[in-house]
């Protein structure tokens, strides 16, 4: 989500200048800028001026849409200013300021040659026209500023005011700034996690005790096997339980001895103290 963000924010920021890029907008009309089509908004009277002709080097022509119905043969047996360089279903006019003009008429004054084009002239092609927009396209430029008098550019490619290039820099400083930056909360946020899933918190009680017991267990002695044998309650039971029976078989083996002793001394001399002394020590 944040690196969505950070995309969408600088996008939102970056300025791009939209427009056609063979045409300006300046005081008083259109200024062409290169070769190429472009589609402007024409007043009634179509109008050329090429400024400071006096040091103007080249010439300046243009193609514009006549009939689009009729091919260039066609047009060519009706009209006069039918060229080979322009496209097709197109007429040619053209300026150049030390020779003259073709398919327009011209006037020079204040350093400035003029053209217009004279509409209802069987002689030139007519102007074919659409919702007050003509389609041209620049053939040739010369080195001097060409303007279409009164002419306006579309709404759609009027080119928005170019920025100072010094805001541009600022802008983009500040952008890149705030991206690093969000940047580098995102690897913070990212590490802290981390490092927190893979810790694992023992309780301190818990681990006070178990030092203390090991503490205990390392001080006591250690105990042989053979000084304790330990029994099972089984066995232990077995050897409680048959205590009494044993005392009662070596009580009655004891005075079975005496009474032999007593009754036969003369056939057999037995020896009744060690037996006698034998079973107390049982």
């Given amino acids: 989500m944040i690196a969505q963000f950070i995309v969408t924010f600088m996008f ?33 009277v179509l109008a050329f001026t090429v400024k400071n002709s006096a040091r103007c080097n080249g010439f300046f022509r243009i193609c514009y849409v006549s009939e689009p ?15 080979w360089n322009c496209p097709p279903k197109t007429c040619t006019l053209s300026i150049e300021p030390e020779k003259g003009v073709f398919g327009l008429a011209n006037e020079m004054h204040d350093g400035n040659f003029y053209g217009m084009f004279v509409d209802g002239s069987r002689s030139w ?8 927009r003509m389609n041209f396209t620049v053939i040739d430029m010369p080195d001097c500023p060409v303007i279409i008098d009164g002419a306006l550019l579309p709404k759609d490619d009027v080119p928005e005011p170019k920025r100072d290039s010094f805001m541009k ?16 909360i995102v690897v913070a946020i990212a590490l802290y996690c981390c490092i927190r899933s893979k810790k694992k918190p023992g309780s301190p009680a818990n681990s006070e005790k178990r030092n203390q017991r090991s503490q205990k267990m390392s001080t006591l ?16 039971n077995t050897a ?9 078989g070596q009580n009655s083996s004891s005075n079975l001895r005496k009474q032999q002793c007593s009754a036969k001394p003369s056939i057999q001399q037995i ?12």
Avoid at 271 to 282: G, I, K, L, Q
Wanted: some cysteine.
């Fill in 125 to 132: 092609c007519p102007r074919h026209i659409v919702d007050g």
């Fill in 69 to 83: 119905t009729k091919s260039r043969d066609e047009l060519r047996q009706k009209y006069f200013n039918v060229g």
């Fill in 169 to 184: 820099w600022v802008i983009t400083a500040i952008c890149i700034g705030i991206a690093v930056v969000l940047l580098l």
């Fill in 12 to 44: 939102v920021i970056g300025c791009t200048v939209k427009g056609v890029d063979n045409a300006r907008e300046v005081e008083g009309g259109v200024e062409i800028l290169k070769v190429g089509p472009i589609q402007l908004i024409i007043p009634d």
């Fill in 240 to 248: 409680v339980s048959r205590s009494p029976t044993s005392n009662k």
């Fill in 221 to 236: 002695p250690a105990v042989s096997p053979k000084k304790f044998s330990l029994k099972t309650p089984a066995e232990s």
């Fill in 271 to 282: 020896d009744c103290s060690d037996s006698v002394t034998n079973n107390d020590d049982m």
